[in-house]
């Protein structure tokens, strides 16, 4: 592996005696360097770096102090090794860096042999530590995706929403929620098959993703339902999208036909305002679509919708589950 490291020194000669110590080791292929905790945090932000080699002596306390100093706050360098060179032996200036927090303190005299088994513990450590916050990310992204489209998940839509309406409310700006659901999916499921089911289900995902901004929540709600948030969107324009969801789903190449309802809720977000509001909202516009015929796009605004409580629908669900 082809490892980087970033080195601080306050003069190009300290710099050079640092460098010197990781070329002997030969586990270092690039080398960045600097003469000062601003410039050090420059080319960490530009730089992948995977160890950082500080001069250390009294006059760079400071400097390495508050390199720490960031370097502990930001998620991303927090496990980033630090370590220390210094030509002395003084035991308080050892003892002064172990206390602001680095990996480990080494004498430049050090043989180069012990420098290099050293060194190379904490960079495979650091590549130990990495591959375990890949393995973290990549359970909590299964924890929170439908296996089957690909979509975020209830879980993920439920925790979505309350922060979307919480931001909203603060900034008193709109906010909307668009219910997508696939018209007659049980008689697919019957007729052809659960597999065409499933075809369709991952068919109808790719669209929303596809005509959803990067800035929308698209999650599979449950069933054959959909949920897309849209943060900071009236819902003129809400209904704009729905529609060219519509037309999209209505297009779809398969070997069966697919359409799908969808409703639209939308509020401007008060400190009122709950989640389950706007989902009653949707929800009740959903309803509408489905009573006026399926495959058609239906509005509502929070106050002056079409129908507002959320029993209804639910009643409706039923209905149409066991149809």
């Known amino acids: 592996m082809l490892n980087t490291a970033l080195i601080l020194g306050s003069t190009a000669a300290t710099r050079g005696e640092v460098a010197d110590c990781l070329d002997k080791t030969g586990l270092v292929h690039r080398k960045l360097y600097c003469k000062d905790a601003r410039r050090a945090i420059r080319w960490l932000s530009e730089h992948n770096v995977d160890i950082v080699c500080c001069d250390w002596r009294w006059s760079a306390v400071d400097d390495v102090t508050d390199l720490m100093g960031v370097l502990r706050r930001r998620t991303e360098w927090q496990d980033l090794p630090v370590l220390l060179f210094s030509s002395g032996d003084e035991r308080d200036l050892w003892m002064a860096g172990m206390e602001i927090g680095v990996s480990e303190c080494l004498p430049m005299g050090l043989p180069m042999e012990e420098h290099r088994i050293k060194i190379r513990w904490h960079l495979k450590n650091r590549e130990r530590i990495h591959a375990l916050h890949q ?7 299964i924890a929170l995706t439908d ?15 309350t922060q979307e309406v919480a931001r909203c409310s603060r900034r008193g700006l709109p906010l909307s929620l668009l219910m997508v659901d696939l018209d007659h999916f049980k008689k697919i499921n019957d007729t052809y098959g659960h597999l065409a089911g499933d075809q369709a289900l991952a068919a109808v995902a790719l669209v929303l993703k596809e005509q959803s901004r990067i800035s929308d929540t698209v999650c599979r709600f449950g069933g054959e339902e959909f949920a897309v948030i849209l943060p900071e969107t009236t819902n003129a324009n809400a209904a704009t999208v729905a529609e060219r969801i519509r037309k999209k789903i209505s297009q779809l190449d398969l070997a069966f036909p697919v359409t799908a309802s969808i409703g ?5 977000v008060t400190n009122q305002l709950l989640p389950d509001h706007l989902i009653a909202e949707a929800d009740g516009a959903l309803y509408e679509a489905k009573s006026q015929g399926r495959n058609r796009v239906q509005s509502s605004v929070l106050g002056a919708g079409v129908v507002s409580d959320l029993s209804l629908f639910r009643k409706f669900r039923t ?5």
């Open 147 to 161: 296996s089957l489209t690909g979509l975020y998940n209830r879980a993920y839509f439920d925790a979505t929403i």
């Open 135 to 141: 393995a973290q990310s990549q359970l909590a992204r």
């Open 319 to 323: 209905a149409m589950a066991s149809a």
């Open 264 to 268: 639209v809720g939308s509020a401007k």
